[in-house]
């Protein structure tokens, strides 16, 4: 096997959750050029400088339709023996590579025009995505996948930056909870934790231990909902805006994650970090943060279109976003109850 492309041009979340693919084709293929093409350049840095990968391409936006064709005709120079795709909404990218690039053997999740695939499995959204490709790869591979790793690569000059900031912030490491609230623009802003249940939450975990310290972190997409949490009460960090290998950083030396269903919360995972994610319009089953540290609260309430995500309903509901502002603090409580972080005393001076 000489050369393999990997294709996963969604999210960061979708990204992260596609690592341990990369990390399986390393190890089965060791000596293989892997190329992994990904959707912006957010996407991009997650892995770069990462040894699963030999060279990250950002592909192209869908329109013009030009540009997208004469993409899909240059990757001929790859000569890629395989294929892996690891979107899965409609067959367009197989179908690319298969008339355009010239891919023969293309492996994913196909959920229409199965015979576009060589290889492909059912999508089933009561497994989770990181497990289904997996068992996709098998197919093809035909060699049972070990235990999924996630290797996020941070560079040496980035990291002592984002230490540096949390000594500012009078933050140890371990000793810390990090809250994410929001979740991008766009659709992502439906899965976002209302503020008054974010800031009922931090009230309830230092209630629980007065010495927690919590931070709020928000990204370049949620730098509108950061006016709302100003001035941060006492025992509360805001960290805004910072790089998306600092954010690593952060995220690693907290003992607790609570967030939306977002990246933040399979970045934190895949550090090893426990979890709790706010879930409404999506499938929390299917695309959790990964791991048995990761929990997830819901709405109690039996809405019917939930989850509504990746349907025609998407946008439009009928139900004022009941399954995420109906959440009651109690809830989020009721998992912090037999949570890691508490029960071994996070934010506790030693």
Not at 132 to 148: D, H, I, N, Y
Not at 163 to 182: C, D, K, M, T, W
Not at 257 to 275: N, Q, R
Not at 290 to 299: H, T
């Amino acid at each position: 096997m000489k050369s393999i492309g990997v294709f996963q041009s969604w999210g960061i979340g979708d990204l992260l959750m596609t690592v341990p693919v990369l990390s399986e084709l390393r190890r089965v293929f060791p000596k293989a050029r892997i190329v992994l093409f990904v959707g912006g350049s957010a996407q991009s840095e997650l892995l770069a400088g990462s040894p699963l990968v030999d060279e990250i391409v950002m592909a192209p936006p869908s329109k013009p339709r030009r540009n997208l064709v004469k993409f899909f005709w240059s990757l001929r120079r790859y000569r890629f023996d395989a294929v892996y795709v690891g979107t899965r909404i409609t067959p367009k990218v197989a179908a690319r590579l298969r008339f355009i690039s010239g891919v023969r053997t293309i492996v994913g999740d196909g959920a229409q025009r199965s015979w576009l695939y060589r290889h492909h499995n059912r999508i089933d959204p009561t497994v989770h995505r990181v497990d289904r490709m997996l068992e996709t790869l098998a197919l093809w591979t035909g060699q049972t996948p070990k235990q999924p790793v996630f290797n996020l690569p941070v560079d040496a000059d980035t990291r002592r930056r984002a230490e540096s900031l949390l000594e500012s912030e009078n933050l140890a490491a371990n000793r810390f909870v990090v809250i994410h609230p929001g979740s991008g623009r766009g659709a992502g802003i439906q899965k976002r934790i209302p503020v008054h249940f974010a800031k009922s939450t931090i009230a309830a975990l230092r209630a629980i231990n007065p010495e927690m310290r919590c931070v709020l972190l928000f990204g370049p997409d949620d730098q509108d909902m950061l006016r709302q949490f100003m001035p941060p009460e006492p025992g509360v960090s805001i960290i805004s805006n910072i790089s998306l290998n600092e954010t690593k950083v952060v995220l690693s030396r907290a003992c607790g994650f609570i967030g939306s269903d977002s990246a933040l919360g399979h970045i934190a995972a895949a550090y090893g970090v426990p979890t709790i994610t706010i879930a409404g319009p999506t499938n929390p089953d299917e695309t959790r943060p990964y791991g048995d540290r990761a929990r997830v609260v819901r709405s109690h309430e039996d809405l019917p279109c939930r989850p509504c995500w990746f349907t025609p309903l998407h946008g439009r509901c009928p139900y004022q976003l009941r399954c995420m502002t109906q959440i009651r603090p109690e809830q989020i409580m009721e998992a912090v109850a037999a949570w890691q972080p508490v029960a071994s005393g996070c934010g506790r001076s030693r």
